[in-house]
């Protein structure tokens, strides 16, 4: 009886894992859509970055000081060397941001899309290299699934324009920080709250966004951007999924997560469908239904071990 509560116990929490850090995903894929029209508004990359990593900060604050009141003395509190280890790794996190946001002005958003969704076979190769063995058979096709509706649901094959290198350089760099992000989540400083991680994680990225804006805004810093399209790529760029994957990642795992966390293409082809009236064609919807079956099957095998 015992072992059958362990492994029911074990269950639970790969599920809630996997909860936590679609929904996490699910928001983040939301932010290529805002993005777009914060540049359409004549917004440049530094004033979206750096206003998204301001409130998002605040916005962990209030979290944290919310849990510190409601729980008190029982809130375990991160040691200097643990900030320290947060900070530096969140820096993972601002290049993220940093590296996608440029490769959009580059190439068009379904290509980035793509290209940061090379996490997904990224983070199988972290955690192969991590155990030293090779992923079980079904995670493999769950792979292969994964990056073949990729391929069909940003439309690719559709895709005349001439792709500059610049863009797809970043992209791929996109995809390794983002990969950085994802191990990060998996094995710093698992034993404290997810909020106080995703604070200090901000305050690392936080570093990286400010000094690529002071070194690349031209003109005059529009502060308007705080107001009109800040509150917004915090809420779902810097404080949901950092939240989320902080907590779901130590329950799933970095091959589980990362394969999970594919939910932000479809997400972000559906954003683009709806409020920028892009058209999808069966092909890709029949990609984004690849990737759902994909994380279907791991989270099968998920429950069954």
Known sequence: MPAFKNLKMTK???LKGVFLVGLGATSYGMLATFVKMAYDEGYSTPEVTSAQFVLGILGMLLINLFQKNKKG?????ATSKNIFQLIIAGTSL????VFYYLAVKYIPVSIA?????QTVWMGVVVEMAI???LPALKKIIAVAIVLTGTFLATNVMATTASLDWRGI????LAAASFTATMFTANHIANHISSAQRSLYMLLGGAIIVFAFSFFTQVGPFQMGIFMKWGIILALFGTIIPPLLMNAGFPLTGIGLGSIVSALELPVSV????VLLNEEVSFLQWFGIVLIIVAIIIMNTNASKK
């Not at 003395?73 to 509190?77: A, I, R």
């Open 12 to 14: 639970n929490q790969v």
């Open 73 to 77: 003395n029982t809130v375990v509190k």
């Open 94 to 97: 601002g290049m993220t941001s």
């Open 113 to 117: 899309i793509v290209l940061l969704m």
């Open 131 to 133: 155990d030293k063995k």
């Open 169 to 172: 350089g970043l992209g791929l």
């Open 270 to 273: 559906t954003m683009a469908y």
